[in-house]
């Protein structure tokens, strides 16, 4: 830590107490249901007509407690203004984090506080989604085919991992709906033993979750403010945006991809215009011939919880950060933990003050741009 930095007892005091609390409310631990392949077939069986009735894992933390703690927190001895607004807009979006998680899987609840948290697609966000679908599918080659086991998949992410110094767990799980995700809090990677990957998708996943989740999550815990590790108000679409644009960076982003993505919009679109489960299924199936298995999926994600708003921001961070590089402008302060790019003068305004320290692990797609993609090119080039 800088030495001319003017230490704060009190803004490290307060960083602890958020630290230990955000400790216990990883949102991913709770809004994955428990029964996802029992009610796939139930759907499946009843020919896509019945809502899929799902249960969450027990929440084992007092949301009343963890108000009453985060609002006692004394910001006003936090001398330092810009520094003091930072935690007062952490604190306020950790009370709707908060609010999300005691209310999975009670509908409406829930999503209104999703909204509150990740807000809902724009107009914008849907015409780009609707642009990436029009195009014609690409041609399938022998990289895009599923052949690879979940134990196979580890063994991909292992070699690939060997490029960076820092170490990991590893999990299995038959109870996500992604096919592999990082959890932040206890610097694991999780993936999904119901899924068999292709080639191509182990290069989008090693490059979106190795290199940019878990390196800023190994970053964020170097700082000596634990706010980088615990994260920043609005985190997610900036997280997001940096790990797409590590699989264009790394020419792991395909055309197949990006519709994925602009699925997830329409099927937050969807359940904002008030549409079920059974309603976003068939849009995405009957409408857009999105197949039945990837259709449940990308529904799932969408309506799990009782409406989760989340998904949209993975295109709409993509743009951000696609629009941001090209600018000129070095990515390198938003790999410094959880971050978020609306702060981007706050992170280097702590890194001035000696609240944070450089960047130990990078992003080695980052370095060059790899992308031959022409077409993936041009879409991004022109989403609005």
Known sequence: ??????????????????????????????????????????????????????????????????????????????????????????????????????????????????????????????????????????????EMLPKYSSKEAEDYFRDFSQQYKFSYSIKHSDKISAIAMVLNNIQTLVINDNHTFSENELKVLTNHEIGVHMVTTMNGILHPLKIFSHGFPNNIETQEGLAVFSEYMSNSLTLKRLKELAFRVIAIDSLSNGHNFVKTFRLLNNTYNLNENEAFYVTLRAHRGGGFTKDYLYLSGLKKIFDYHNSGKDLTP???????????????????????????????????????????EFILNNLK
Do not use: W
């Open 1 to 142: 830590m800088n030495t001319n930095a003017v230490v704060s007892k009190e803004l490290f005091e307060i960083d602890n107490t958020i630290d230990e609390l955000v400790k216990k409310i990883e949102l991913l631990d709770y809004v994955n249901p428990t029964n996802i392949e029992l009610e796939k077939k139930k759907f499946f069986d009843s020919k896509f007509t019945i809502t899929p009735s799902f249960k969450y894992p027990k929440i084992n933390f007092d949301g009343f407690y963890l108000h009453r703690t985060f609002f006692n927190q004394k910001l006003e001895n936090i001398e330092d203004d810009v520094i003091r607004n930072l935690y007062t807009d952490i604190i306020y979006s950790y009370m709707s984090l908060i609010e999300c998680i005691d209310n999975i899987g009670n509908g409406k609840k829930f999503y209104y506080n999703c909204l509150g948290a990740f807000g809902t697609p724009t107009e914008t966000d849907v015409e780009n989604a609707k642009f990436i679908l029009h195009f014609e599918d690409e041609k399938e080659t022998p």
């Open 334 to 376: 938003l790999l410094s933990g959880k971050v978020s790019l609306e702060y981007i003068d706050t992170i280097n305004y702590l890194h001035e003050k000696g609240y944070a320290i450089p960047l130990k692990h990078t992003n080695n797609a980052f370095r060059k741009n790899l992308n031959k993609n022409k077409l993936v």
